[in-house]
């Protein structure tokens, strides 16, 4: 595969990961507002390639259409699964996962509320936890490390 191709079909990805896109014709207008222009048939050729399918949210990868939408994780489950190492910073926690595994681990901590989280952010392998104190960042790491028992 091409560099070229693969950058393309990364863009396309990235793209539909962040807004619906209802069909080609929108795909490539939005392919050439990021510098790529493609002809309907390469973008067709990607499409398959790539396993998309177009539904009634846009296009959306051919296994997902096929499986139900996936529950929200619960936060032993998410810890479980996507955690791997927990660094206090005064009253920051920062929770280190495998790449990929940040989203789905902070979209847990949100679900639960817990009145020691001021916000969240996720990248891509860390999730960065802002608490209103040192204490209340002490009391949710210990929280934490025991939904790893």
Known sequence: MST????RQGQILNLLAQVPVANQDALRRQLVRRGL?????TLSRDLRELKLVKTS???RPLNAVAEEPP???S??????EFLVDVRPAQNLLVLKTPPGGAQPLAAA????????IAGTLAGDDTVLIIT??????????KRLRGLLR
Do not use: C, F, M, N
């Open 4 to 7: 070229h191709k693969r950058y």
């Open 71 to 73: 529950a929200l994780a």
């Open 75 to 80: 936060i032993t489950r998410a810890v479980g």
């Open 37 to 41: 222009r493609v002809t309907q048939a």
């Open 109 to 116: 901590v949100d679900a639960e509320h817990w009145s020691e």
């Open 132 to 141: 209103p104190s040192r204490s209340a960042r002490a009391a949710l790491e």
């Open 57 to 59: 949210e846009g296009y």
